[in-house]
Structures are given as structure tokens and as C-alpha cells.
């Protein structure tokens, strides 16, 4: 069934994205707007356990890479060249997934914001521009910070890449990984997407209240 983008479009008009680069404050948007504005927080993952059930080998490849790797050594140990393709696969694929799960949640009355991987053309097709937003940051945050944050799977990799018997060359092989995949090319991809767009700047300083602000406005949600 192919189903026209005008249709999508419409099933998805309370749905609001944030995407953009790792370490830009995409998740911490998601959870403070979802708070003040009574949405439907959808963070990092969110449709995972969607994926897990339905997701098919041949249909899904990408999306089922844990399926048949050997181990997680395995996982950490992918070249940089392959990890970037595999998760930009990945984003791919999941949006034939995100989408409907969206349309699921619309169904229960509440806006949605959801921190999402949905590439950007496929974005342009089916979402307005005031309901889409990117956030990026440098990618020196995006790299050398990746491992900063308490998250659960952030911190179970660390340690599989700690467990290495190599581990710094490992953790040096997973760090050009995540170097391809906030790339110059990928930034200015989302840079020059034409959707409204918010730069973190390694400051210091704490900017969360008006980023929030920021983007409450470009939502039109005050």
C-alpha cells in the first residue's frame, strides 16, 4: 500500500520533530516541552520496541543488524565507513516504522514531540515547516562528548569498548565512526535542510530556558 503524502501529512498534524546532530540537546527539548505543554514525549528510540517486533531480515536489514552480529565487540569494531552507512540505514528504514507509531499515538488526543532520525526529505513530505526542528552542534561536543552522558546504552558501549583487549585503539576506531556521522557534509545537510534551525554553542553556559522558549515559539505552542 502506498499512501499518498498529503494523507500522512494530515494524520501527522500534531506531531512536531526535533532532529539533527548528537550532543545538539535534542532529547532534553523533547522532555521539557512535553512537560510544559502537555505532549506526548517521544525520545531517542522511542519506537524500538515497534522495530523489535516487527521488523523483517530481508525487508528491514539494517534494523535487524543485531539479530545476527556475533557480538557487541563485533558491533564496536566496524569501520567507521560502515557504522556511518549502517546508521543512516537505520534512520531510513525506521521511518516506515516511526510514522505509523506516530499516527497510533495521535489517536489519543495529545500533541506529540518526538526526537526523531526520519531523514530530511522524507520530513519536507510529509510535515509543515513549523513543526520541524533542527539542532545541531560542533562536532568536537558530538565526538569527544558522546560518552559524557549517564544514558544506559551509551555507557553499556563504553564499557564493551573498555572491555576490548585493544580498547584505545577500538574506542579511537568508534570515535572516526561517530566523527563520519556528524560529518561537515551531514551538518551541512541539516544546516541547509530549510527548516528552522538551532546551533549549541559550546559555551558553558546553561541556554536550556531559552532554547525551550525558542522552539515553544517556532511550534506555535504558547
Given at each position: 500500500?502506498?499512501?499518498?503524502?498529503?494523507?500522512?501529512?494530515?494524520?501527522?498534524?500534531?506531531?512536531?520533530?526535533?532532529?539533527?546532530?548528537a550532543y545538539?540537546?535534542?532529547?532534553?527539548?523533547?522532555?521539557?516541552?512535553?512537560?510544559?505543554?502537555?505532549?506526548?514525549?517521544?525520545?531517542?528510540?522511542?519506537?524500538?520496541?515497534?522495530?523489535?517486533?516487527?521488523?523483517?531480515?530481508?525487508?528491514?536489514?539494517?534494523?535487524?543488524?543485531?539479530?545476527?552480529?556475533?557480538?557487541?565487540?563485533?558491533?564496536?569494531?566496524?569501520?567507521?565507513?560502515?557504522?556511518?552507512?549502517?546508521?543512516?540505514?537505520?534512520?531510513?528504514?525506521?521511518?516506515?516504522?516511526?510514522?505509523?507509531?506516530?499516527?497510533?499515538?495521535?489517536?489519543?488526543?495529545?500533541?506529540?514531540?518526538?526526537?526523531?532520525?526520519?531523514?530530511?526529505?522524507?520530513?519536507?513530505?510529509?510535515?509543515d515547516w513549523?513543526?520541524?526542528?533542527?539542532?545541531?552542534?560542533?562536532?568536537?561536543?558530538?565526538?569527544?562528548?558522546?560518552?559524557?552522558?549517564?544514558?544506559?546504552?551509551?555507557?553499556?558501549?563504553?564499557?564493551?569498548?573498555?572491555?576490548?583487549?585493544?580498547?584505545?585503539?577500538?574506542?579511537?576506531?568508534?570515535?572516526?565512526?561517530?566523527?563520519?556521522?556528524?560529518?561537515?557534509?551531514?551538518?551541512?545537510?541539516?544546516?541547509?535542510?530549510?527548516?528552522?534551525?538551532?546551533?549549541?554553542?559550546?559555551?558553558?553556559?546553561?541556554?536550556?530556558?531559552?532554547?525551550?522558549?525558542?522552539?515553544?515559539?517556532?511550534?506555535?505552542?504558547?
Amino acid at each position: 500500500m502506498d499512501i499518498p503524502d498529503n494523507i500522512l501529512r494530515w494524520y501527522l498534524r500534531d506531531a512536531y520533530f526535533i532532529t539533527g546532530t548528537a550532543y545538539a540537546g535534542k532529547s532534553t527539548m523533547v522532555q521539557m516541552l512535553a512537560e510544559r505543554y502537555d505532549m506526548t514525549a517521544c525520545g531517542e528510540n522511542y519506537h524500538m520496541d515497534a522495530a523489535e517486533a516487527c521488523a523483517d531480515p530481508d525487508l528491514q536489514p539494517d534494523l535487524c543488524y543485531f539479530r545476527r552480529m556475533k557480538s557487541w565487540e563485533e558491533f564496536v569494531r566496524r569501520t567507521p565507513e560502515e557504522y556511518e552507512r549502517w546508521m543512516y540505514g537505520v534512520g531510513r528504514e525506521a521511518a516506515g516504522i516511526e510514522v505509523p507509531e506516530l499516527i497510533s499515538l495521535s489517536s489519543r488526543g495529545k500533541k506529540i514531540i518526538a526526537d526523531t532520525n526520519i531523514p530530511l526529505d522524507l520530513l519536507h513530505r510529509i510535515s509543515d515547516w513549523n513543526h520541524v526542528a533542527v539542532m545541531l552542534s560542533p562536532q568536537s561536543m558530538s565526538v569527544e562528548r558522546f560518552f559524557d552522558r549517564s544514558d544506559p546504552e551509551k555507557q553499556f558501549l563504553l564499557n564493551v569498548i573498555e572491555g576490548c583487549e585493544d580498547s584505545e585503539a577500538v574506542m579511537a576506531n568508534y570515535r572516526a565512526g561517530l566523527a563520519r556521522i556528524n560529518s561537515r557534509e551531514h551538518y551541512d545537510e541539516f544546516a541547509e535542510s530549510g527548516f528552522f534551525t538551532l546551533v549549541r554553542e559550546d559555551t558553558g553556559r546553561d541556554t536550556r530556558e531559552e532554547v525551550c522558549r525558542a522552539l515553544a515559539e517556532h511550534f506555535g505552542l504558547n
